[in-house]
């Protein structure tokens, strides 16, 4: 991992190393949640995170103004600095304490709704899992689940293949393939030369 491995090669001895390893360990496990109690008591920006995806489309295709969230978030003291607040910030600034449990509640529900339909091997929803876990696993770090159309593409093209897949096989692509395998003298009972 980038933030744990970064700068270690500076130090010259071992145990430089490992302070420097246990510090930057701690910075980036305890500063995030410290961060973000310095939001929740009046520090932070006052700009619509949640739908900048949106904001920055409309700025592109439309040529509207809306302002944008800086790409690299502001810094806060806690006693060291850092600019990591948790995927909680951006909800909480945008939507108050009771909005950010509603948002979690929702994330909880589809994530939990994806997982049982990945449990249930349909393949679109594996795959689907399997891009929506790296922004469950980061939230205590950033919110990754603000790239919303993104995950929009993502699934449509992802419901596209896995559709599109199930119809040519619904179709009997897959029946033809087999004839023609068969017509070829080839079946499960031969399965052709050097077999």
Request: one cysteine or more.
């Amino acid at each position: 991992m980038f933030f744990v491995a970064k700068n270690v090669a500076s130090e010259h001895s071992p145990s430089g190393t490992f302070v420097l390893l246990r510090d930057h360990i701690f910075e980036y496990v305890a500063g995030p949640l410290a961060a973000f109690d310095n939001v929740v008591h009046g520090e932070g920006a006052d700009y619509n995170h949640t739908f900048s995806s949106f904001y920055r489309l409309s700025n592109q295709l439309l040529g509207t103004a809306y302002p944008l969230p800086p790409v690299i978030d502001e810094y806060s003291f806690v006693p060291f600095p850092t600019n990591v607040y948790t995927g909680l910030k951006f909800f909480y600034l945008d939507f108050g304490m009771w909005g950010l449990f509603g948002v979690m509640f929702a994330i909880g529900l589809i994530q939990t709704y994806i997982y049982y339909r990945a449990v249930d091997r349909d393949p679109l929803y594996i795959v689907l899992y399997a891009v929506l876990i790296y922004p469950l696993i980061i939230i205590f770090f950033d919110d990754y689940y603000g790239q919303i159309i993104g995950y929009a593409k993502i699934y449509i093209l992802l419901l596209l293949y896995f559709r599109l897949l199930r119809l040519f096989e619904s179709r009997g692509a897959a029946q033809g393939l087999q004839k023609r395998i068969c017509k070829n003298g080839y079946s499960e009972g031969n399965p052709g030369p050097g077999k």
